[in-house]
């Protein structure tokens, strides 16, 4: 079984930056595509972004095309996000997830992290 653990999180201001981590233990991450959700106070769990296992290509929610970058480093067993260009909106628990199909992501998750918490002030 894969432990997923999220970091990264934190509290900065509209138009700053983050880079959220998840790093993998008990399995690997490489052979398996990757992605991130995010979940609102009193909303649904959201799809963000995946990427492939090799990292050659990803996708992402429209809310977030241009400003978030996906990414990854097999040898390190980690996923990134990087957030650029943050707004009060993008405010939410982020969760990494693990996926058995790239394509379909969001109906192919095997397993979630703990979520970190990344809150942007206006």
């Known amino acids: 079984q894969v432990q997923l653990v999220e970091s990264g999180g934190g509290l900065v201001q509209a138009g700053g930056s983050l880079r959220l981590s998840c790093a993998a233990s008990?399995?690997?991450?490489?052979?398996?595509?990757m992605g991130w959700f995010r979940q609102a106070p009193g909303k649904e769990r959201e799809f963000v972004a995946a990427v492939s296992w090799s990292g050659d290509s990803a996708y992402y929610t429209d809310s977030v095309k241009g400003r978030f970058t996906i990414s990854r480093d097999n040898a390190k067993n980690t996923v990134y996000l990087q957030m650029n260009s943050l707004k009060p909106e993008d405010t939410a628990a982020y969760y990494c997830?693990?996926?058995?199909?790239?394509?379909?992501?969001?109906?192919?998750?095997?397993?979630w992290g703990q979520g970190t918490q990344v809150t942007v002030s206006s």
């Open positions: 008990g399995r690997t991450l490489g052979s398996y595509p």
């Open positions: 997830a693990i996926a058995s199909r790239y394509t379909d992501f969001v109906k192919r998750v095997i397993d």
